[in-house]
Structures are given as structure tokens and as C-alpha cells.
């Protein structure tokens, strides 16, 4: 009972903390955050001009200030949350094209269904959300905060796709998407883990540091573990990207999909998965540049072929 009591007194008496947090630094990510919330809550007064107008204008009003901050942000580099994100000039560059494709989103939706069909709080919401997302993966400076950005990014655009509730096109495509994207998902994931389980880190130094000691099996070049890890990454981010001989997915997921989502996926989530890139293997996987080097220029030179080729014999 006495041991209870002293337990019970030292956890009142020694609060928990978080780690610091630069504000200032979070705070493009911090507007998008917040204006999506606050449009779900708009979007559930039963005005229709508050519907049809007040929320596609704080959408973009939403956008603008996140470019705003952005700007304002610049030359100031910080890694903030313990390390888990790194808000520098590429991130900022980065999200201001995710802004400026949200806003393109949000004009090109005035005079679609979908904002209608699935309401619109939900429909720019999400869509701000997704951006939330793209901001926060090429951010990531660690493999939990990398995964969870490609998550935040990746499922409010498989609701949007499928947000044209009235067409089975729409359904469809939306379905589509679930299905390849979780298998990306998964492989992605997969490949994290083994890193994780080849380095022992999860932040991006670390495994830099792990990869030039040369402290794994066989080296840097020769263990397993890790060579099928940065694999099956660059399969997940080759699937997130369709990039070829992953792209399989993506004419009938842009066809069925509302026409501002497929212009938003088709600009936004290419910039995203080429932020990720250069975060990812610039800065963790430096130490196996001989290795991953060559797949990368593989899967660029296929995927300029193909889509080349293929267009060719485009007739629509």
C-alpha cells in the first residue's frame, strides 16, 4: 500500500512533457490542419450559400495563408519534433505546390457533382487533409512519420475518388485505388521494416550513420535485409508514384475519378513521391548509393519508355 501511495505521488509530481516544439516552424502544417477541421464543421450548417460558397473560399483561403507561412518560412530551417520532421526549403517549396494545386482543385470543383454528391465540407476537407498529408511525407525525417504521411496522403483521396456518389464510374475507381494503394501501402511498409530491422533506427541520420560504419552483414552492399528493404520501398513509392511497371492502376483509377481529383493527383502526388525521393535516399540511403543508384535509373528509363511508347498509339 505504501508502494502504491509512492508511486501515485511521484507521477503527480513528475508531469509528463513532450518534446519542444518550434510553432513557428510547424505552422504551414498547423493552417492546413486547422482549416480542414474547420471546414468539416462548416460544412454541416444547412445553408447552401454557406456550402456552395462560404466553404470552397475557406478552402482556398486555407491554401493561400499556407503559402503565406511558407513564404514566410523560408531560409529558416528547422527539425522540429525530436527530429521527426525537417521544415527546410525543399519542404516549403514543395507544399506551396501542393497549395497551389489544392487551390487549382478547389476552382476546377465549382461546377463538378462531387463537392454536391458528398457534400462539401467532407470533399474540401479532405482535399486538405490529403495536402496535410503530402506536406507532412516530404517532411519525414523518420520511417514512422514517413509511412504516416503517405497514409494522411493516401486515404482522402480514395474517398474523393469515389465521391461522385451517383456514377459507378466514380465507385469504381475509388475501389480501385483502395485496393493498389493499400497493396503499395503494404509494401512500403514491409520494406521499413526491414530497414529498421538491418539498421536498428528509425530517423533517417541514424541510418545514414548505420549504412557509412558499415557496421551490417555482409556491408553495406552485401546484406539481405537491407538491399530487399530499399527494394520493396522503391516498389512502394514506384506504386504511389505509377511509375512504370507500376502504373498499371492508373488509367481506369484518372478515368473513373472526378475530373479536379485526377488534375490533383496527377501534379500534387507526382511532386510529392519526387520530394520523398530525394529526402529519403539523399539522406538515409546515402550510404548505399551504389546499390539503389541503378534501380532508380532503371524504373526512369522503363517509365519514359513506356509512357511514350504507349502514346503512340493513343486514339482518344
Not at 497493396?183 to 541514424?206: E, K, N
Not at 560504419?213 to 520493396?232: I, N, Q, R, Y
Not at 513509392?237 to 478515368?255: C, G, I, M
Request: net charge negative.
Amino acid at each position: 500500500m505504501i508502494a502504491i501511495t509512492t508511486a501515485a505521488h511521484d507521477a503527480a509530481t513528475h508531469q509528463l512533457t513532450g518534446p519542444p516544439i518550434d510553432w513557428s516552424s510547424l505552422s504551414p502544417l498547423v493552417a492546413l490542419a486547422a482549416g480542414g477541421m474547420v471546414l468539416l464543421l462548416v460544412g454541416l450548417l444547412r445553408s447552401e450559400l454557406v456550402r456552395e460558397r462560404i466553404v470552397p473560399a475557406l478552402a482556398i483561403a486555407t491554401f493561400g495563408v499556407t503559402i503565406g507561412l511558407c513564404i514566410w518560412r523560408f531560409d529558416h530551417p528547422a527539425s522540429i519534433i525530436s527530429g521527426a520532421l525537417r521544415i527546410d526549403d525543399l519542404a516549403l517549396i514543395l507544399d506551396m505546390i501542393f497549395s497551389v494545386a489544392g487551390i487549382a482543385t478547389v476552382l476546377l470543383s465549382w461546377r463538378v457533382a462531387a463537392p454536391a454528391e458528398s457534400g462539401q465540407g467532407e470533399y474540401f476537407g479532405l482535399l486538405i487533409f490529403s495536402v496535410l498529408g503530402m506536406a507532412v511525407f516530404v517532411s519525414a525525417q523518420n520511417l514512422v512519420t514517413l509511412f504516416l504521411g503517405i497514409e494522411l496522403l493516401s486515404v482522402p483521396l480514395y474517398i474523393l475518388c469515389a465521391s461522385e456518389t451517383r456514377r459507378e464510374g466514380s465507385l469504381e475507381s475509388g475501389l480501385k485505388y483502395l485496393v493498389i494503394g493499400s497493396v503499395g501501402s503494404a509494401t512500403l511498409a514491409y520494406g521499413l521494416a526491414l530497414i529498421y530491422g538491418a539498421t536498428g533506427a528509425t530517423d533517417f541520420s541514424a541510418i545514414a550513420s548505420a549504412l557509412s560504419a558499415g557496421k551490417l552483414l555482409g556491408g553495406v552492399l552485401g546484406d539481405p535485409l537491407l538491399l530487399t528493404g530499399l527494394g520493396l520501398v522503391i516498389v512502394g513509392f514506384a506504386f504511389k508514384a505509377s511509375v512504370a511497371p507500376f502504373h498499371q492502376w492508373t488509367p481506369d483509377v484518372y478515368e473513373g475519378a472526378p475530373t479536379p481529383i485526377t488534375a490533383f493527383m496527377a501534379t500534387a502526388t507526382k511532386a510529392a513521391a519526387l520530394g520523398v525521393f530525394l529526402r529519403f535516399f539523399d539522406v538515409a540511403a546515402i550510404g548505399a548509393q551504389d546499390k539503389w543508384a541503378p534501380m532508380l535509373a532503371a524504373i526512369a528509363t522503363i517509365t519514359i519508355i513506356v509512357g511514350n511508347v504507349g502514346a503512340l498509339g493513343q486514339s482518344s
